[in-house]
């Protein structure tokens, strides 16, 4: 009788083991956070609480916690890329004339990291348009 209950407790942990390993290859398919290089979240974290004229643990928490939601949302290279557009949209002259342009796929680019960075703020607490004209609204 006790080997037929001890069967009866292992069959619950067994059927258990199949069932996290599939959960285990759906999360492989889909990355819950893209990975960035720690200098590209440096230099991000470090020009977010320049925007926020503060260097207090909060906004360094804070910056860090929205370069991660950015991170769920955006794959590396569209971020760099995108990051790139944002603060060259500003160079004035024949310079920023090309990312100025009505460009489908510059301005998708820019829309996808405004609404990362909007979805961030939310999440985070971050201040956006501490300083004005840096951090635009979508």
Not at 46 to 63: G, H, K, V
Not at 67 to 77: F, G, M, R, Y
Not at 108 to 129: H, M, Q, S, T
Request: glycine share 4%; hydrophobic share 35%; charged share 30%.
């Amino acid at each position: 009788m006790k080997r037929y209950l001890s069967l009866l407790l292992l069959l619950p942990l067994m059927l258990a083991v199949p069932l996290s390993a599939m959960a285990d290859e759906d999360r492989n398919e889909r990355p819950e956070r893209y990975d960035y290089p720690t200098m590209d979240r440096y230099q991000w974290i470090e020009e977010c609480m320049y925007r926020q004229q503060s260097r207090a643990y909060e906004t360094l928490y804070a910056c860090g916690c929205a370069i991660d939601v950015i991170a769920e949302h955006l794959p590396h290279e569209t971020f760099i890329s995108a990051d790139t557009a944002e603060k060259a949209a500003g160079v004035s002259g024949e310079s920023g004339e090309y990312l100025r342009s009505p460009d489908i796929s510059i301005q998708e680019l820019r829309i996808a990291y405004g609404e990362a960075k909007n979805e961030a703020d939310k999440r985070c607490f971050v201040r956006p348009n501490r300083m004005k004209g840096i951090w635009p609204d979508f």
